[in-house]
């Protein structure tokens, strides 16, 4: 990205898929939430994890409020719908963590070094929890998209020059 000049220089929002390097950046940040649709539904086959099936429709039913209030020419969702969002994301965030609650270590048990290994549904409700209003920020801000889709396309084709010019 500091090759390209983006994100140096930029002073919107950048909606990413939560890649730590990115942080590093001074602008505002949103994550991409077809990326966390991807997490959602694999946590919820592989980890058969209902927690997981209610964020997914939490995030869509949010995203066609939205898109449904752009329509009708609002530049925000009512501030009771909002509360009522950020409830149901906070429930669902509650039923992940009692669902992926770290595992209980005997009192005779020798103590490792480092951080403990999580799954990666804990990875994930880690990081909705520590970053929900970028998650969410679609529906705080009108003019941030639900995902960086359209922005990964324009991208796609500098990297493949790069990488073809070597």
């Not at 209030?69 to 994301?89: D, H, T």
Request: proline share 3%; hydrophobic share 40%.
């Amino acid at each position: 990205m500091d090759d390209i000049g983006i994100l140096p220089e930029f002073t919107g929002r950048a909606v990413h898929d939560g890649l730590a390097s990115y942080q590093q950046h001074g602008c505002a940040h949103g994550l991409c939430n077809s990326h966390h649709l991807r997490e959602l539904t694999f946590v919820e086959e592989q980890f058969h994890q209902d927690w997981a099936a209610r964020m997914k429709e939490l995030l869509l039913d949010a995203k066609a409020s939205v898109e449904a209030a752009k329509v009708l020419g609002r530049s925000a969702l009512p501030e009771s719908e909002v509360a009522e969002i950020e409830r149901q994301y906070q429930t669902n965030l509650d039923k992940g963590f009692a669902a992926n609650a770290a595992p209980e270590v005997a009192a005779d048990a020798p103590e490792k070094r480092g951080r403990k290994k999580q799954s990666k549904a804990k990875n994930l409700l880690d990081r909705l929890d520590k970053h929900r209003f970028e998650v969410l920020a679609f529906v705080h801000d009108f003019r941030v998209p639900f995902d960086n889709n359209l922005a990964e396309r324009d991208l796609r084709m500098v990297k493949a020059q790069q990488k073809i010019s070597g």
